[in-house]
T-cell receptor, first 112, second 122 residues
Framework: SQQGEEDPQALSIQEGENATMNCSYK?????LQWYRQNSGRGLVHLIL?????REKHSGRLRVTLDTSKKSSSLLITASRAADTASYFC????????????FGSGTKLNVKP | GAGVSQSPSNKVTEKGKDVELRCDPI?????LYWYRQSLGQGLEFLIY????????KSGLPSDRFSAERTGGSVSTLTIQRTQQEDSAVYLC????????????????????FGPGTRLTVL
């Protein structure tokens, strides 16, 4: 399988704490994207990091990419109850940018 | 502007019946994707359209599944002779630009997702 796999599968933290989720993949990629999903419905794009980038920031989000280890991490700082959702990484495979492989996701629960 | 819309939002059908799911992408988005998500699982890629053509149908689970896109806009996913294992949320996404196999640095392929259709096969 060429899927990205997120770790941990579930994460429960207190509001204000940081949340870190990891994603591992198997093949060379063009880019890696993180998405958020509420209530098992549509996904919302959070951030995209290209294979030649190592770190990217967007508001309270920080994404890192280590292509040598084929892994990425998503850090949410100062978490809020509203951050409670499932988070997925999606990899765009280098030779086929039109197919995306999604992992099974990390379920984040931020307790108020 | 309007986002990606899907209809119906929920569909309950009996085993053996055919169902048709519809996706309206964001206007101007040339790429359209269908995914399937079973309960508590990740997204399973089904098919991708660039304009009206589907260069990659490799994710379709069986020949009971088909999809088409007309006018470079609306797409329909048809499941014939539905089975209970077809029960899932079917998600559609569109994106602004096609990234070719040769690729170009800096091109952007964020996907915008619809709310999904929850299909239940009894």
């Amino acid at each position: 399988s060429q899927q990205g796999e997120e770790d941990p599968q579930a994460l429960s933290i207190q509001e204000g704490e940081n949340a870190t989720m990891n994603c591992s993949y198997k093949t060379s990629i063009n880019n890696l994207q993180w998405y958020r999903q509420n209530s098992g419905r549509g996904l919302v794009h959070l951030i995209l990091i290209r294979s030649n980038e190592r770190e990217k920031h967007s508001g309270r989000l920080r994404v890192t990419l280590d292509t040598s280890k084929k892994s990425s991490s998503l850090l949410i700082t100062a978490s809020r109850a509203a951050d409670t959702a499932s988070y997925f990484c999606a990899t765009a495979v280098r030779d086929n940018f039109n197919k995306f492989y999604f992992g099974s996701g990390t379920k984040l629960n931020v307790k108020p | 502007g309007a986002g990606v819309s899907q209809s119906p939002s929920n569909k309950v059908t009996e085993k053996g019946k055919d169902v048709e799911l519809r996706c309206d992408p964001i206007s101007g988005h040339t790429a359209l994707y269908w995914y399937r998500q079973s309960l508590g699982q990740g997204l399973e890629f089904l098919i991708y359209f660039q304009g009206n053509s589907a260069p990659d149908k490799s994710g379709l689970p069986s020949d009971r599944f088909s999809a088409e896109r007309t006018g470079g806009s609306v797409s329909t996913l048809t499941i014939q002779r539905t089975q209970q294992e077809d029960s899932a949320v079917y998600l559609c996404a569109s994106s602004l630009r096609h990234i070719g196999a040769s690729g170009r640095a800096g091109q952007y392929n964020e996907q915008f997702f619809g709310p999904g259709t929850r299909l239940t096969v009894l």
